[in-house]
Nanobody, 121 residues
Framework: VQLQASGGGLVQAGDSLRLSCAAS????????MAWFRQAPGKEREFVAA????????SYADSVKGRFTISRDDAKRTVYLQMNSLKSEDTAVYYC???????????????WGQGTEVTVSS
């Protein structure tokens, strides 16, 4: 599966932004999908994940209550709605797909190219 992330940009603290990740290839609906992010000078970290049938989601503590992951299998797209953005949310955001639902980066086989989010304070 190939992934294409989009929707990043420059926003102010407190604003909202929605990231999208469009998938091509077969069997999108069978994959768990996730968002990770990498801030400047830091390692990539888990943000959110959603299981193949949307019945289970998981969030990093730092974004819980502010970010929402969702998917539309008909559109082969996964979304990350980000509200109440903070300067510490500034990062390149990557979407990823896995055969297994996980918070672990190493479990994800397919990765998008990343979309940059900058939050000014």
């Amino acid at each position: 599966v190939q992934l294409q992330a989009s929707g990043g940009g420059l926003v102010q603290a407190g604003d909202s932004l929605r990231l999208s990740c469009a998938a091509s290839g077969r069997s999108f609906s069978n994959y768990a999908m996730a968002w990770f992010r990498q801030a400047p000078g830091k390692e990539r970290e888990f943000v959110a994940a959603i299981r193949w049938n949307s019945d289970i989601t998981s969030y990093a503590d730092s974004v819980k209550g502010r970010f929402t992951i969702s998917r539309d299998d008909a559109k082969r797209t996964v979304y990350l709605q980000m509200n109440s953005l903070k300067s510490e949310d500034t990062a390149v955001y990557y979407c990823a797909a896995s055969d297994l639902f996980s918070r672990l980066e190493r479990m994800y086989n397919y990765w998008g190219q990343g979309t940059e989010v900058t939050v000014s304070s």
